[in-house]
C-alpha cells in the first residue's frame, strides 16, 4: 500500500511537476504584484500583529516580531496544507472523473506549491529580520530538517482529511474553525512561559507547540531543540504520513463515485 502510493507519484512525476509550477502560477496570476505576494502576505501580517500585541505584551517592536516571525513560519505551512490541500479532490472532481490520474498528485502537488511558497517566504522575511536584529548563527542550517519534517507531518493529516472531505463536504468548514482555535492554543504570539502552570497540560497534547519550538529556537534565539524534541517530532511526522498514506489508498477507489 505505502510502496504503491509513492510508485504511483513516481509513475506521474511529469503531471506532478505539471500540477506544482500551474499551483505556483496560477496563484497570483493577473494580480498586480505577483508572486511578490508570497511575501507581502506573511509580511503584513507579522507588521499588524506585532504592533498590537508588542503593546499589549510590552515588549520591543522589534524582539517582538522576530518572536512572532518564528511562530507563523510553521504555522502558516501548517495551516495552508490543510485548509487548502483538503479540498484538492473536491476542485479537481471534474478532472478526475475523466482521466486516470493517482489523486494523491492532487493533494501533493498543492502541499509542495504551498511549501515552496513558505520557503521563499522565509527566506526574504527573514533578511529582514536580520536587519531588525535576529541571530545568525549555524543552527540556521536546521531549518531545511525542520521544513521536511513539518510538510511530512501536516501532509499525512491533509491526505486523511481530503478523503474525508469527499463525504462530508462541512468538513473544511469545521476545519477552518479549528484552525483558528489552535492559532491560539500554539504559542505564536506568546511565550510558554506565559501559561498559567495549571493549562500547560493543554499546550503539551497540541503537536503544533513542538513544531513552533524546533523554528524558534533557531530563528529567535539561536539555539537547536532538543534531541528529545526531535524525536517527538520525527515520531509525529512518520505516524501523521503513515496515517494519512494508508488512509488515502484504503479509500481513494470510491472516491469517483463519491464525487
Request: charged share 10%; proline share 5%.
Amino acid at each position: 500500500m505505502f510502496i504503491a502510493f509513492f510508485k504511483e507519484l513516481f509513475q506521474y512525476k511529469l503531471v506532478l511537476k505539471q500540477l506544482i509550477w500551474q499551483q505556483l502560477t496560477i496563484r497570483y496570476r493577473r494580480t498586480a504584484l505577483g508572486f511578490f505576494w508570497t511575501l507581502l502576505n506573511p509580511l503584513l501580517t507579522m507588521i499588524v500583529t506585532s504592533v498590537v500585541f508588542s503593546m499589549i505584551m510590552r515588549w520591543p517592536l522589534k524582539t517582538f516580531a522576530i518572536f512572532l516571525f518564528s511562530g507563523l513560519v510553521p504555522f502558516t505551512l501548517f495551516s495552508n496544507c490543510i485548509g487548502q490541500g483538503m479540498q484538492a479532490l473536491l476542485n479537481n472532481e471534474s478532472l478526475i472523473k475523466k482521466i486516470h490520474i493517482p489523486k494523491q498528485v492532487f493533494v501533493i502537488s498543492i502541499s509542495v506549491s504551498l511549501l515552496v511558497d513558505a520557503i521563499f517566504s522565509t527566506l526574504c522575511l527573514f533578511i529582514i529580520a536580520l536587519a531588525i536584529g535576529a541571530p545568525f548563527t549555524a543552527s540556521l542550517f536546521i531549518l531545511p530538517i525542520n521544513f521536511l519534517l513539518l510538510f511530512c507531518f501536516a501532509v499525512g493529516l491533509t491526505l486523511a482529511l481530503s478523503i474525508a472531505t469527499v463525504s462530508f463536504r462541512d468538513l473544511p468548514n469545521i476545519v477552518g474553525v479549528i484552525l483558528q482555535a489552535l492559532y491560539y492554543l500554539t504559542p505564536i504570539i506568546y511565550p510558554l512561559t506565559f501559561v498559567p502552570e495549571a493549562y500547560k497540560w493543554i499546550f503539551a497534547l497540541n503537536p503544533l507547540t513542538l513544531f513552533v519550538e524546533i523554528f524558534r529556537l533557531p530563528i529567535y534565539e539561536g539555539n537547536i531543540a532538543s534531541i528529545d524534541v526531535y524525536a517527538k517530532v520525527i515520531a509525529l511526522a512518520l505516524l501523521s504520513m503513515a496515517f494519512g498514506v494508508y488512509t488515502f489508498k484504503k479509500h481513494d477507489r470510491f472516491i469517483v463515485f463519491k464525487l
